[in-house]
């Protein structure tokens, strides 16, 4: 397996900072982006503990053998491991926004992408994404935990209407906003060619997918990740802007 990956990171225009945080581990081929938010200082934290959880418990193989039960079959040995982490970072970020006021009231979105054994998981809570190019045609693999969301889903509003709309930032499921949280994983077969992109709203909200898959289309990961965050800030960069690319060049 040989992929080629980058990631990105920019505290757009206008923030005073970067709540955003990323990880690459080649090692592992685990990738995550985490959207912080809330408390004084509690965004970047947030989503620190998120990404280092993460890494922590997919490295360590650590796995909540109660939860495992009878479980053998490896892919589902990965998708609990991958589950209990994110679960676990939710959890620690709730304690530790509990203790210390400083820290009250922060919280983090995770997207999570693993690959391992010829599977992709892919795994998150809240509204940052991830974007699959296949066959030259990019598809969003995760489902937005967010109020307009579910409007869409429920036929209540269309997505065009859904883009200025003035609830566009609530979202739904969050890590460390309560003590356990319920986490959507999918595991899909790669192949070669494959590309995933992580990202926060910072890039989705000014973005548009078609304009990430031509991006993704034309230029190798790093030279995309530059210039959609360059984008992003062309069209105002309100938001921390995250871009995390990798594309499976040898399956
Ligand atoms: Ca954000």
Known sequence: MQITSCGITDVGL??????????????????VVADGMGGHAGGEYASAIAVNTVEEIVTSMEVDQDALGDITDPVEITRHKIT?????AGRRIFEKAKEQP???GMGTTAVVLLIDGGN???????????????????????????LIAEKIRHGLITPEEAKNHRMRNVI????????????????????RGDQFLLCSDGLS??????????????YRP??????????????GGEDNITVVISRMEEV
Request: hydrophobic share 35%; aromatic share 6%; glycine share 4%.
């Open 102 to 104: 400083e820290y009250h």
């Open 120 to 146: 992709a998981f892919v795994a998150h809570v809240g509204d940052s994404r991830i974007y699959m190019l296949r066959d030259n045609r990019l598809e969003q693999v995760t489902e937005d935990h967010s």
């Open 14 to 31: 206008k923030r005073g900072h970067n709540e955003d945080n990323y990880l690459i581990n080649e090692e592992l081929n685990l990738f």
């Open 84 to 88: 209990h982490a994110i679960r676990l």
């Open 205 to 218: 909200g000014h973005v548009e997918d078609d304009e990430m898959e031509e991006h993704l289309l034309n």
């Open 172 to 191: 739904t499921r969050s890590l460390g906003y309560q003590e356990d949280v319920e986490v959507d994983i999918t595991v899909r077969a790669i192949r």
């Open 222 to 235: 790093q030279e995309a990740a530059r210039r959609l965050i360059e984008l992003a800030c062309e069209r």
